[in-house]
């Protein structure tokens, strides 16, 4: 099997359509999220402009439980992890696999001028690399 390019962009993986949360956004709120399976973090931009400002990740929310922050008050800007780990959508993605890898995230915002414009996965990556009709040939 070839591996398809990793000159490709960012832009060409991403997925456009990103769940976000706000900076006061409650962490009883995010964690609902989490437990739908769905999603392992969730990008938190300024709802004025829908600059990235951080993340919260699973991570970051069970960090504020062991801290005895109650999640029915502790805001997405208390917890948060900033600045954020981004590409642009121009990054090629042997750049995008590179920062993840260095970083050990499941997923990695896109901006374009530090707004947000979608996120890359590890799935989205792999779907990616490995396309749907060999998958099927192993079924």
């Known amino acids: 099997m070839k591996v398809p390019s990793l000159d490709a962009k960012a832009k ?5 359509r990103v769940m976000t949360a706000t900076r006061q956004a409650k962490g009883r709120d995010m964690a609902v999220h989490f437990l739908s399976g769905m999603f392992s ?33 502790v805001k997405a800007d208390d917890i948060m992890t900033k600045p954020p780990i981004t590409v642009e959508e121009e990054t090629p993605v ?3 696999l590179d920062q993840m890898i260095k970083w050990n995230i499941l997923r990695l915002p896109v901006v374009r001028e530090k707004k947000l414009v979608g996120v890359i996965s590890r799935t989205d990556l ?7 009709h060999v998958i099927c040939a192993y079924l």
Not at 54 to 69: C, I, N, P
Not at 126 to 132: A, D, G, K, V
């Open 94 to 96: 042997k750049h995008v």
């Open 41 to 73: 973090g969730l990008p938190v931009i300024e709802a004025s402009n829908r600059e990235l400002v951080g993340v919260v990740s699973e991570f970051d929310l069970l960090k504020a439980v062991q801290e005895g922050k109650d999640l029915d008050t």
């Open 126 to 132: 792999l779907n990616y690399i490995i396309p749907s």
């Open 12 to 16: 060409d993986v991403m997925q456009s």
